[in-house]
């Protein structure tokens, strides 16, 4: 299964946690946040001003 830009961070770092390390590079601290239970990827994306494919490219090698 592939990371999607609809999935919720929370469910992100549950089912991938070495995704944590990408999402933190790029500037996504929003790991340990208590939106992340209800944050899409494509939404923290935006609010961070990062292209969301770009993210994904990076989390699904």
């Known amino acids: 299964m592939k990371i999607t830009k609809d999935m919720l961070i929370g469910d992100i770092i549950r089912t991938y ?5 990408i999402l ?22 935006m609010v961070h ?5 770009n993210l994904l490219e990076q989390l699904n090698q």
Do not use: F, T
Request: proline content about 6%.
């Open 49 to 53: 001003g990062l292209d969301v494919n």
């Open 17 to 21: 946690p070495e995704s944590i390390n």
């Open 24 to 45: 933190m590079q790029n500037g996504l601290g929003c790991v340990g946040c208590p939106a992340s239970q209800m944050e899409s990827l494509e939404e923290a994306a």
